[in-house]
């Protein structure tokens, strides 16, 4: 409307002018009100144009607005009244490389050597010589200090964890080599290891080499690990040197038996396979949240691993460094869980049923007997072997236990100074 009134305007003044003067005007007056107004106006937005991009903190500014407006965008559906944002990938990834490359100095591969006798076939059978081979076991481990030691899991170098078949006799490890990262160390850093220390309770080892300069993994809170964080599983697996798996947590404090041992784990999804045991789990710092210990496999089954958390692991790392082994406390007593069906079948109170009491044992000290039924310690009910190993588990050697036994009807309670783990 604006550009018509000024047409409108522009006719009607011009009508009022005689033919002759008119085209006067017209020739004469176009290039000034028009015509050159117009050019110097291109002119000075030639200059403007020219100067921003010719300062490089405006240039920046400009660009920078664009490409910020096309890695991050959000749309919004009318549908369902949901607004989205859409994040670069190249975010995701970075992440990803930062945490991997911070990781990978930490990471060593280890291959375990076994002397296998299969004599128990044999001998099954009646006939032949007892032969001996050499078997080789792989994982991963952690190097938790700049001198040499290296935290794995206890399976990795237990030759009682080594094999499922029980015709064979496994030795324990005839040698036990770590190589480090070859894009970091070189190709030939390869250490002959020796065993700190090894904790099957917890499926934790250490072991030291004979090397300097080495990188720790750093750890971090693993009681502040949520669901759906991202992670990463890094480790040797099939003897495939730092390979890395991405996913997220999946649950936390979840509780798994291998082997007649429960863990609480930390279960991910990121892919685990054989020779990631011992590796690290990792979060999105770079930093050890657990290590990684079981997967479970079948078919039909895939994404299910688990780590131990990392918090749980530090006091018996020290351990095991400082005495060689854990220094548990003790009880003495071999115990049977009372449900409630086998309770009222013999007449019993609902707790633990003491089967058997060890001799020379801190229970034998005390006063325990078999046939004694435990129904609370340190005042807390309990009824399962778990529970009192829970609590126990929470004092330190030469603490006392409170045990409240039932016996023959009776409640009394008795103080049991706990001892070392023979």
Do not use: W
Request: glycine fraction near 10%; charge should be negative; proline fraction near 3%.
């Amino acid at each position: 409307m604006e550009e018509n009134n000024n047409n409108a305007n522009f006719e009607v003044i011009s009508s009022k002018t005689s033919n002759a003067n008119f085209k006067q005007k017209n020739s004469n007056g176009f290039g000034k009100t028009v015509l050159l107004p117009f050019i110097s106006g291109i002119v000075g937005c030639s200059l403007v144009i020219g100067t921003c991009f010719g300062v490089p903190s405006i240039r920046k500014k400009i660009i920078g607005l664009n490409s910020s407006t096309i890695q991050t965008s959000t749309s919004t559906s009318s549908a369902t009244g949901t607004t989205t944002n859409l994040i670069s990938l190249s975010n995701y990834s970075n992440t990803a490389i930062f945490a991997a490359n911070k990781i990978a100095p930490s990471i060593v591969g280890i291959e375990v050597s076994y002397s296998v006798t299969s004599n128990s076939i044999n001998s099954f059978f009646g006939f032949g010589q007892p032969t001996t081979s050499t078997a080789t076991a792989t994982g991963s481990g952690i190097i938790i200090s700049e001198d040499g030691y290296i935290v794995t899991n206890n399976h990795v170098v237990d030759s009682t964890s080594s094999s499922s078949y029980s015709y064979y006799d496994i030795s324990d490890a005839t040698s036990i080599k770590i190589k480090l990262n070859s894009q970091i160390y070189g190709d030939d850093a390869v250490y002959d290891a020796k065993i700190v220390g090894k904790d099957s309770q917890t499926d934790l080892a250490v072991l030291k080499i004979d090397k300097t300069d080495l990188t720790p993994a750093e750890f971090a809170d693993s009681n502040e690990v949520v669901v759906g964080e991202f992670v990463m599983a890094v480790g040797s697996p099939l003897g495939l040197d730092t390979t890395v798996t991405q996913g997220i947590v999946s649950a936390v404090n979840r509780e798994v038996e291998s082997e007649g041992t429960k863990y609480t784990c930390i279960q991910t999804d990121a892919a685990i396979n054989p020779g990631n045991s011992g590796g690290a789990l990792i979060n999105s710092d770079g930093k050890v949240i657990g290590i990684n210990t079981l997967k479970l496999s079948g078919t039909g089954v895939e994404g299910i691993g688990f780590a131990i958390p990392i918090n749980s692991t530090l006091d018996v790392i020290n351990q095991l460094i400082d005495y060689n082994k854990v220094l548990r406390p003790y009880i003495g007593i071999t115990g049977i869980d009372l449900d409630e069906a086998t309770a009222r079948k013999y007449n019993l109170e609902l707790g633990i049923y003491i089967k058997s009491v060890e001799d020379f044992s801190p229970a034998e000290k005390a006063g325990l007997k078999a046939g004694d039924v435990i129904v609370k310690a340190d005042g807390e009910d309990i009824t399962t072997m778990d529970e009192l190993n829970n609590i126990k588990n929470s004092h330190q050697i030469g603490e006392t236990i409170t045990l409240t036994v039932n016996r023959n009807g009776n409640e009394r309670d008795i103080t049991v100074t706990l001892e070392e783990t023979p």
